[in-house]
């Protein structure tokens, strides 16, 4: 057994007794250990969170299985949190293994959201590894007659201090029973100074089976008896709130293909045995769908959203802003435009739903197993605990994509026709029936003194919040629409994001929540709002620093006291070799032109900073991002490796974003239904990038996935100005715009 | 209808409508893992697999058009090498696959499928590309991830070693 495979907890006898479902194609490595511990999965359970049990079990081969409740979306957290219990445990990364997600089996550590699964789930496994080590050497101490004091672990090996033969190894102590410990609340946690495994770039454990393709994604599960599933809806959604009401199904239209139509409420799918067959009869199925023109589209998309009755809030009021405005030298004054963005996975949601009449077993990718289980309970008008949701990655999908829909499509269509369904998403269900990124629109005033610091700022946000309920369920049980603008998980404007790095007594900031009924469907998008918050505040940020006379760099350090803001600020300064000059001074005056931006900005904790590189072609208006820096800190870095590798595909994600990505949609729908109509960063396309970890061990870790994106936007904007003299206030920053904003110049 | 093709060497008998595109004969009757559904449009590359030695998009193509030639997925391609470089037995990865771990590439690996088809596909009939060679024949492939500076890497690396140069 490779002892770094995810364990695949699909256990025969579960999809036996769940109706003669059985999972070909995965390998059984990692076969669930004996005793007490292989009923687990059976049933829904209420996990004790201060139970070792809950969280790891050792094994008679001496290893080690975490019930990591964090999914691997490719970001490279299981490696982490394996590190992180390794370390604990004084056990080599080769003895570790995880399991796959699955509420009947992994405690719930919340939602794999916001890039939390080290800061917050970190914690949690490293307490419970502490307890578990202290429990093991209870355990040690009576079988080698020695108190704890004079024992020491060396992978998984307990000895007497100085006599390395007397030992007993985990698997002798407790090798696949149950510790039946609670916590105690005080078992020592490493020191730092004695870390071994923790801030080493161990490789990702998920790595090797994806080079060889080996790995099992979701789009790759089948079950026996399966059959095949599609949704089908108009093409592109339509106003949030109209839904889409089928008006009349011509069911003749599929007479020629062996599929059947599953209706439930305003919910329409096909099922057949042939997966050819369930697309062909999806795309043929004839629909009237009832007709609407509610949207504004995109022309007149900000109009709407500043027209609209909003819910305001004021996020920060800090002194008296108006006054310092009045009192300032330069006041830099904007509005900016941000769209809709995709999260547009690449492989599009997939999802098995196996339901019978009293039980339910899910299998789909999503973030939040758990929140996944609540929500299809009542999709499928079942409780909860006779709902189990298995977690397989998918491809990635930065936030809520249709991982929801897609599941309880499969569910609902499951339940319908008494069998498996696999549900795969098309391309243009994906794309089309998006949760979006929200679109936003910003007001900006940012003001300095004589001296160059800035004295006052007041940054204005409108846009809308998220779906709480997915497509699906509201569809089958036309529900209200509902929408998620307040509390936990809500997103009014980000006050870290909106110049919260810069020293000033006057700053206000105020959310602007716009209804998201008439417009398209919300949720969060990598790094939400982020990019957009970063493109208005750090150009508005750059703006002073042309009219203060300095570099940009030196602008920021002049006005930024706090040390990790620096620290990154210079970390990625000097990884890009920075030489100081005004932006905008030395213009080019070719065809292409070239120029360099930097900016900062934040998600929740962690610190961001990003220089960029950029080539203007001003007749064709293409902007070309050439060379990235990019520099986090997000605390103790766990595996400085892993985190590169998110700061580089923060930065490639956030250029696709900053300079192409956006929602197309007319009255009726949404247009982007493909690549072609939602184009992204291709690969010719692709910057240099260099990616700085600031490793703090001693400081608690933060999120490390999404960060720099914020930054990366407002460096390639603020680098579009040093090469153009020009602002460019809406993004994408197309060449339409670009050529736009230029010509508007003369 | 029932249909012969060659798959990794192998011929197999397949039954499908001759317009059911080739993808869904390879994952749902032939239960490979390489090529994988991404857009049923030919835009983003999941699906890639060689037809005599050449990237196509097995999602747009009909099973009916592949009769007679010979097929090779991602499962396939170890052996292919082999074959290529006249190795008298086909190693357990591709050298652009080992290069993809030691560079850690992969995030979430979905379209690792088509960045292995069609880089070995480069790499076999211009073993020194150029970066801006790379970035050109890439270029039908998306990641959305944003791995492509490490595809980019892996493809350099994997020529360096095919050509012997470092072990």
């Known amino acids: ?746 | 209808m029932d249909y012969q093709i060659t798959v990794n060497g192998t011929s197999r008998t397949v039954s499908a409508t001759p317009d059911t595109p080739l993808l869904y004969v390879l994952i749902n009757q032939l239960d490979l893992k390489g090529p994988r559904f991404g857009c049923g449009l030919a835009q983003c590359g999941s699906c890639s697999v060689l037809l005599d030695g050449v990237e196509i998009r097995s999602c747009i193509t009909p099973v009916a058009a592949v009769q007679g030639k010979a097929l090779t997925t991602l499962e396939g391609l170890p052996a292919l090498y082999a074959q290529q470089k006249g190795l008298a037995q086909a190693p357990a990865m591709h050298p652009l696959q080992q290069a993809f771990i030691d560079v850690q590439a992969p995030q979430c690996g979905y379209c690792y499928n088509g960045m292995t088809i069609k880089g070995s596909e480069l790499l076999a009939k211009n073993p020194k590309p150029t970066e801006a060679q790379i970035r050109d024949h890439m270029d039908g492939h998306l990641c959305r991830c944003g791995t492509y500076p490490r595809v980019m890497k892996a493809i350099q690396l994997a020529s360096t070693r095919m050509a012997g140069e470092v072990r």
């Open chain 1, 1 to 746: 057994m490779n002892a770094h495979q995810t364990e695949l907890n699909f256990s025969r006898r579960d999809l036996l007794k769940g109706g003669g479902a059985l999972i070909v194609g995965f390998s059984m490595a990692g076969v669930p250990a004996g005793g007490a511990l292989a009923a687990r999965g059976d049933t829904a359970v209420a996990f004790d969170m201060n139970a070792i049990d809950t969280w790891i079990a050792i094994h008679a081969d001496n290893t080690a299985t975490v019930y990591i409740g964090k999914g691997e979306f490719g970001q490279g957290n299981t490696t982490g949190l394996l590190q992180i219990a390794a370390e604990e445990l004084d056990l080599d990364m080769s003895q570790m293994r995880s399991v796959q997600l699955d509420t009947n089996v992994v405690p719930n550590q919340g939602a794999t959201t916001s890039s939390s699964s080290i800061e917050r789930g970190g914690p949690q496994i490293r307490a419970a590894a502490a307890e578990a080590r202290r429990a093991l050497l209870n355990l040690a101490s009576a079988r080698l007659r020695m108190q704890i004091g004079s024992l020491v672990v060396n992978k998984g090996i307990v000895s007497i201090d100085g006599h390395p033969t007397q030992s007993v190894s985990y698997g002798a102590l407790i090798g696949d029973k149950p510790f039946n410990v609670k916590f105690t609340g005080t078992a020592p946690q490493k020191s730092i100074t004695r870390y071994k495994v923790v801030g080493t770039s161990v490789p990702r454990v998920d790595i090797p089976d994806k080079a060889a393709g080996k790995y099992i994604h979701m789009q790759h599960v089948r079950v026996a008896g399966m059959l095949h599933g599609r949704v089908v809806r108009p093409r592109g959604q339509r106003a949030y709130g109209i839904g889409a009401k089928p008006m009349a199904i011509d069911e003749a239209s599929i007479k020629d293909i062996p599929a059947r139509i599953v209706r439930k409420g305003d919910f329409v799918g096909v099922v057949a045995e042939s997966e050819w067959d369930a697309i062909r009869a999806a795309r043929a199925l004839k629909v009237s769908w009832q007709e609407t023109s509610a949207l504004p589209g995109n022309a007149d998309l900000f109009t709407r959203m500043r027209a609209a009755k909003t819910n305001d809030a004021t996020i920060v009021d800090w002194g008296d802003a108006d006054k310092a405005f009045k009192q300032a030298a330069y006041v830099s004054t904007a509005t900016y435009y941000c769209p809709y963005q995709s999260h547009a996975p690449f492989g599009p949601n997939c999802a098995i739903g196996d339901v019978s009449p009293d039980r339910a077993l899910v299998i789909c990718s999503t973030q939040d197993i758990y929140n996944t289980r609540d929500m299809l309970a009542a999709v499928l008008s079942m409780p909860v605990d006779k709902v189990r949701v298995q977690y397989v990655e998918g491809s990635g999908t930065y936030g809520r994509s249709c991982y929801d829909d897609a599941a309880q499509a499969a569910a609902v269509m499951s339940q319908a026709v008494g069998k498996p369904v696999r549900v795969q998403f098309m391309r243009s269900d994906e794309h089309g029936w998006d949760d979006y990124g929200p679109a936003h629109l910003a007001d900006v005033r940012a003001a300095i003194d004589a001296n160059g610091k800035i004295v006052a700022y007041e940054y204005h946000g409108w846009q809308h919040g998220w779906m709480i309920n997915e497509t699906t369920h509201e569809l089958v049980l036309n529900t209200p629409p509902k929408e998620r603008t307040t509390g936990a998980g809500s997103i009014p404007v980000n006050r870290m994001s909106t110049g919260s790095m810069y020293q000033m007594a006057d700053r206000r900031v105020v959310s602007h929540m716009v209804p998201m009924e008439g417009l398209l469907k919300g949720a969060p998008l990598r790094s939400p709002l982020d990019l957009a918050f970063a493109f208005a505040s750090e150009q508005s940020i750059d703006e002073l620093a042309v009219a203060a006379k300095l570099d940009p760099l030196e602008f920021r350090r002049k006005n930024i006291g706090d040390a990790r803001w620096l620290g990154v600020l210079n970390a990625a300064a000097q990884a890009a070799a920075w030489t100081p000059k005004i932006s905008g001074s030395a213009l080019g005056s070719g065809e292409v032109v070239t120029g360099r931006g930097i900016g900062v900005g934040t998600h929740h904790v962690s610190y961001g900073a990003a220089v960029a590189e950029i080539e203007v072609n001003k007749r064709t208006g293409v902007i070309v991002a050439k060379r990235l820096f990019g520099a986090l800190d997000a605390g103790q870095i766990v595996n400085p490796a892993a985190v590169e590798a998110q700061i580089m595909g923060q930065m490639i994600q956030a250029t696709s974003r900053t300079l192409k990505e956006e929602v197309l949609f007319d009255k009726e729908g949404v247009t982007s239904l493909d690549w072609m109509s939602y184009p992204v960063l291709r690969f010719a396309e692709h910057p240099e990038v260099t990616p700085v970890v600031v490793q703090r061990l001693d400081e608690p870790s933060s999120g490390a996935g999404e960060e720099v994106m914020g930054a990366t936007t407002a460096a390639i904007a603020n680098a579009f100005y040093d090469a153009t003299g020009v602002r460019l206030r809406q993004f994408p920053m197309t060449p339409d715009r670009v050529k736009a904003a230029l010509a508007a110049r003369t």
